[in-house]
């Protein structure tokens, strides 16, 4: 494989990152490559530096040193340091979801103009689910209740975490009670694995596993909250044409590209864009184009269907276009390299958020008080780099790809509904029971700089869909499969089999759409794993058993964020075949490699898959999916 091909697998990546180099415009691809050798201590999670003593770092061959300073093993270290990642992750799952609360809890106390409920029946939906009573009530009334029952479930109370324990099948709430898995609090979990793995607490491997799992679980609760919030805030998606890559920045347009999770930002700056559309005509744009990258991207791509430009590992390259008139970022995968691209190409980086100030960017506070404004002020920017921008050369490549997404959980049951109206899931489930649906694999997670940007998860997407898996994603797993065409129903033929074009063209038609739906299901940004999780859990009650049943599997097939590694152990909690596309940093313990390839399985169903080749990850996710159909008798 030659450089380019190594770094992106994206044709208008690679035409960027070419333009980079002539311009000596240095790009996480360059970095990546003077990081290398990387560690090998590292690499297998086997250097500590939790104490002052440190750091520490065991011999992974077996000889001295077996132990740091304080005794702790490869085992110990291991499986602490995966704990903080899952603590992390979660951390940053539910700060997302805590910050909408607080956003929700603002707009029904009348404190904030620029918010509303966008979707009641969703808000009645939840409400009931967490035990709300919203009989004849005002929906302003029931919506305080509710942020207030999210801020709860932050810290120990009298109930478990509400967002856990009514999101998943009541057999699996059980399971995870019986085995002491049912988070307490959010932040009582993320706080308890900072406790545990401080210097000279908990040193037992499985303890420390356990530990972690339910501190999983909490993030699925934070991410299930995330979504349930933004929905109520900002509506449910529902199908919605549009495009992605770079092609969808615009030379003669202010372009603004939104980068980060939150849609809190990202959805204000939506409206505020259509309605600052004649002040960038004033000055010689025809008009405001808004461009997302990373989960905010799809937050607004799914919910008005605004363009995505590009993902993750490659967001440096959008500035290199010379045509971004301004990024503006919340928080989450934000690199801060980006600041120093913006720089050399003469655009601003914008921060919005008091948690991520980048040196070198402009930061604006962005308030929910004042949401609007701050929107305005970010677009006036925009206008104002554009201005500068005109007679310079930009290099937009012309690459873009058709996309159809929006399918939230409501959406999928509502299309399957026009097949049985009665019986929205027995469509869906009959299809699985024929062998028409072999099964289902979710993709989600990161790009990493390890991996040829997007190489894995197309690899294992293309050979899912010709065995006739059902193939959703989320977050940048979206974003790549959304640049390489696997979101356009034009592309069914090419890429699906037989059966599974049946079951697309099926459910395309009966909802009027004159076609199949797109290979690949967007079902949203990293936080909506709640919503291939909430379709799981309908089947699954649907057929009178528990998730770890389903024939459904998951890959973060190029996970670079401890959010990666939370929502793949609360996928595995849940009971699911889960593959990582790259290394793990476990290697060094073979015994929590063990467990959390095999032995956890034994627990809770789900198990770790951990193959940096596409192609055998491909194989043992259909071996995987067979398995569980066996197991259903079907
Ligand atoms: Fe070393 Fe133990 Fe301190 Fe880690 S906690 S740095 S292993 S002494
Ligand atoms: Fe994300």
């Given at each position: 494989?030659?450089?380019?091909?190594?770094?992106?697998?994206?044709?208008?990546?690679?035409?960027?990152?070419?333009?980079?180099?002539?311009?000596?415009?240095?790009t996480?691809?360059?970095?990546?490559?003077s990081?290398?050798?990387?560690c090998?201590?590292?690499n297998?999670?086997?250097?500590?530096?939790?104490?002052?003593?440190g750091?520490?770092?065991?011999?992974?061959?077996?000889?001295?040193?077996?132990a740091g300073?304080?005794g702790?093993?490869a085992d110990t270290?291991?499986?602490?340091g995966?704990?903080?990642?899952?603590?992390?992750?979660?951390?940053?799952h539910?700060?997302?979801?805590?910050?909408l609360?607080h956003?929700l809890?603002k707009?029904?106390?009348g404190?904030?103009?620029?918010?509303?409920?966008?979707?009641?029946?969703?808000?009645?939906?939840?409400a009931?689910?967490m035990g709300?009573?919203t009989?004849?009530?005002?929906?302003?009334e029931?919506a305080l209740?509710?942020?207030?029952?999210?801020?709860?479930?932050?810290?120990?109370?009298?109930?478990?975490?509400?967002?856990?324990?009514t999101?998943v099948t009541?057999?699996?709430v059980?399971?995870?009670?019986?085995?002491?898995?049912?988070?307490?609090?959010?932040?009582?979990?993320?706080?308890e694995?900072?406790?545990?793995?401080l210097y000279g607490?908990?040193?037992?491997?499985?303890?420390?596993?356990?530990?972690?799992?339910?501190?999983?679980?909490?993030?699925?609760?934070g991410?299930?909250?995330?979504t349930?919030?933004?929905?109520i805030l900002f509506?449910?998606p529902?199908?919605?044409v549009t495009e992605?890559n770079?092609?969808t920045?615009k030379?003669?347009?202010?372009?603004?590209?939104v980068?980060?999770?939150?849609?809190?930002?990202?959805?204000?700056?939506?409206?505020?864009?259509?309605e600052?559309a004649d002040?960038?005509?004033?000055?010689?744009?025809?008009?405001v184009?808004?461009?997302?990258?990373?989960?905010?991207g799809?937050?607004?791509?799914?919910r008005?269907g605004?363009?995505?430009?590009?993902?993750?590992?490659?967001?440096e390259m959008?500035?290199?276009?010379?045509?971004?008139?301004?990024?503006?970022?919340?928080?989450?995968c934000?690199?801060?390299s980006l600041?120093?691209?913006?720089?050399?190409?003469?655009?601003?980086?914008?921060?919005?958020?008091?948690?991520?100030k980048?040196?070198g960017?402009?930061?604006?506070?962005?308030?929910?008080?004042?949401?609007?404004?701050?929107?305005?002020?970010?677009?006036?920017?925009?206008?104002?780099?554009?201005?500068?921008r005109?007679?310079?050369?930009?290099?937009?490549?012309?690459?873009?790809?058709t996309?159809?997404?929006?399918?939230?959980?409501?959406?999928?049951?509502?299309a399957?509904?026009?097949?049985?109206?009665?019986?929205?899931?027995?469509?869906?489930?009959?299809?699985?029971v024929?062998?028409?649906?072999?099964?289902?694999?979710?993709?989600?997670?990161?790009?990493?700089a390890?991996?040829?940007?997007?190489?894995?998860?197309?690899t294992?997407?293309?050979?899912?869909?010709r065995?006739n898996?059902l193939?959703?994603?989320?977050g940048?797993?979206a974003?790549?499969?959304?640049?390489?065409?696997?979101?356009?129903?034009?592309?069914?033929?090419?890429?699906?089999?037989?059966?599974?074009?049946g079951?697309?063209?099926?459910?395309g038609e009966?909802?009027?759409?004159?076609?199949?739906?797109?290979p690949?299901?967007?079902?949203?940004?990293?936080?909506?794993?709640?919503r291939?999780?909430a379709?799981a859990?309908?089947?699954?009650?649907?057929?009178?058993?528990d998730?770890?049943k389903?024939?459904?599997?998951?890959?973060?097939a190029?996970a670079?964020s401890?959010?990666a590694?939370?929502i793949?152990?609360?996928?595995?909690?849940?009971?699911?075949?889960?593959?990582?596309?790259v290394?793990?940093?476990?290697?060094?313990?073979p015994?929590?490699?063990k467990?959390?390839?095999e032995?956890?399985?034994d627990?809770?169903?789900?198990?770790?898959i951990?193959?940096l080749?596409p192609?055998?990850?491909?194989e043992?996710l259909?071996a995987a999916?067979?398995e569980?159909?066996?197991?259903?008798g079907?």
């Open positions: 494989m030659d450089r380019l091909n190594q770094r992106s697998t994206d044709p208008a990546v690679q035409e960027m990152i070419q333009k980079a180099e002539k311009d000596g415009i240095e996480v691809w360059d970095r990546f490559e990081q290398e050798p990387q090998g201590f590292g297998l999670g086997l250097c500590c530096r939790h104490c002052l003593q750091p520490c770092r065991i011999n992974p061959f077996g000889e001295e040193p077996k300073i304080c702790a093993t270290m291991v499986a602490r995966l704990d903080r990642a899952i603590a992390a992750g979660t951390a940053a539910s700060g997302h979801a805590k910050h609360a956003t809890k707009m029904a106390k404190e904030v103009k620029d918010y509303r409920i966008k979707d009641e029946g969703k808000l009645l939906g939840v009931q689910r709300i009573e009989k004849e009530r005002p929906a302003q029931i209740d509710l942020a207030e029952a999210a801020l709860a479930d932050f810290h120990e109370k009298d109930t478990p975490v509400m967002w856990a324990a999101t009541e057999k699996r059980q399971v995870l009670k019986d085995l002491d898995l049912v988070p307490k609090g959010i932040d009582h979990e993320i706080s694995i900072m406790h545990r793995t607490v908990d040193a037992d491997p499985l303890n420390l596993l356990m530990g972690g799992i339910r501190c999983a679980v909490a993030d699925l609760a991410s299930y909250m995330g349930d919030l933004s929905d509506g449910t529902t199908p919605v992605a770079l092609g920045i030379e003669d347009q202010v372009n603004i590209a980068h980060g999770h939150n849609p809190v930002l990202s959805d204000i700056l939506v409206t505020v864009a259509r600052m002040e960038a005509g004033a000055a010689g744009a025809k008009g184009n808004l461009v997302g990258i990373c989960c905010t799809n937050e607004i791509m799914m008005h605004i363009p995505s430009c590009t993902h993750s590992v490659s967001s959008a500035l290199i276009t010379g045509a971004v008139d301004a990024m503006v970022v919340d928080y989450q934000i690199m801060p600041a120093t691209v913006a720089e050399c190409m003469g655009t601003t980086l914008i921060t919005t958020m008091d948690i991520c980048i040196p960017a402009t930061h604006l506070e962005f308030k929910e008080e004042t949401a609007a404004e701050n929107a305005r002020e970010v677009i006036r920017i925009g206008i104002k780099n554009f201005q500068r005109q007679g310079k050369k930009t290099s937009i490549p012309t690459k873009k790809e996309v159809a997404a929006g399918f939230s959980t409501e959406a999928i049951i509502g399957l509904a026009k097949l049985d109206g009665e019986n929205p899931l027995k469509p869906l489930v009959d299809n699985i024929s062998g028409n649906i072999r099964g289902v694999c979710l993709f989600a997670g990161c790009n990493n390890k991996v040829p940007q997007d190489h894995n998860f197309i294992i997407a293309k050979r899912m869909l065995e898996v193939v959703l994603a989320t940048c797993g974003g790549a499969l959304m640049r390489h065409g696997f979101m356009d129903p034009a592309n069914v033929d090419q890429l699906c089999g037989d059966k599974i074009k079951v697309l063209t099926a459910i009966a909802n009027g759409l004159g076609g199949p739906l797109p690949v299901l967007h079902m949203g940004s990293c936080v909506d794993n709640s291939p999780v379709v859990v309908a089947v699954a009650n649907y057929l009178g058993v998730t770890d389903l024939p459904v599997v998951a890959s973060a190029e670079v401890e959010k590694v939370s793949g152990c609360y996928a595995v909690a849940a009971g699911l075949p889960t593959h990582v596309g290394m793990l940093p476990v290697l060094g313990s015994l929590v490699t467990v959390l390839t032995k956890i399985g627990l809770t169903g789900g198990y770790f951990v193959d080749d192609e055998s990850a491909a043992k259909l999916i067979d569980r159909r066996i197991g259903l079907i």
